[in-house]
């Protein structure tokens, strides 16, 4: 079956670090590989997504490469804000199938 | 345009009593999804519809969840004889026909049993 493994949050940072948030996954078939985000009292929403190997997903300064050899989509950002602070959601979907397989989310906190 | 509604917002119920959760999907929507997100599990799958077609109940965990999307449009997600361990945040996603195309999420309803 298919399953996704993120790191355990939650992730403290200061305000202009680096942010890693690894991901890595599972999958029966060629997988569709995304990052969602949920902000503080709001739904979940797409972040970025990447459709085959190699393929380089990025918004709003975030950014994650599809690597099949090692089964993988980090998120990184060079030089997060407060306004990052949310929890973060690798997924997959596979095949012709629309359910999305989630991981269980990295809680970021952001600090001045 | 608007989003995916879902009301209520919060509910509060007592074991064994029966609940029901509403979804507004995005108005030309196909496909609609029902998500369970509890601590310790992450976000479940629970059931998919789309179009006129037979639903994906697959992720239902017992046979006390049931849902239904009357006219292909708003979805109701029961829960019968709720449990303490059904005490979630449920959430509801509509997207366009297509593999590939983007699920929109609602603001979800937090469900505690007591």
């Known amino acids: 079956g298919n399953s996704v493994t993120q790191m355990e949050g939650p992730v403290t940072l200061s305000e202009e670090a680096f942010l890693t948030i690894n991901c890595t996954y599972t999958a029966t078939g060629y997988p569709s590989l995304f990052w969602y985000v949920q902000y503080p009292g709001e739904g979940l929403q797409l972040l970025l997504k990447?459709?085959?190997?190699?393929d380089k997903g990025s918004n709003k300064g975030f950014e994650a490469t599809y690597r099949k050899e090692t089964t993988s989509f980090h998120l990184e950002k060079g030089s997060v804000q407060v306004s990052d602070s949310a929890v973060y959601f690798c997924a997959l979907k596979t095949g012709t199938a629309s359910k999305l397989t989630f991981g269980t989310g990295t809680r970021l906190q952001v600090t001045l | 345009g608007a989003g995916v509604s879902q009301s209520p917002s919060n509910k509060v119920t007592e074991k064994g009593k029966d609940v029901e959760l509403r979804c507004d999907p995005i108005s030309g929507h196909t496909a609609l999804y029902w998500y369970r997100q509890s601590l310790g599990q992450g976000l479940e799958f629970l059931i998919y519809f789309q179009g006129n077609s037979a639903p994906d109940k697959s992720g239902l965990p017992s046979d006390r969840f049931s849902a239904e999307r009357t006219g292909g449009s708003v979805s109701t997600l029961t829960i019968q004889r709720t449990q303490q361990e059904d005490s979630a945040v449920y959430l509801c996603?509509?997207?366009?026909?297509?593999?590939?195309?983007?699920?929109?999420f609602g603001p979800g309803t937090r469900l505690t049993v007591l």
């Open positions: 996603a509509s997207s366009a026909p297509g593999p590939l195309v983007e699920q929109f």
């Open positions: 990447a459709t085959k190997a190699d």
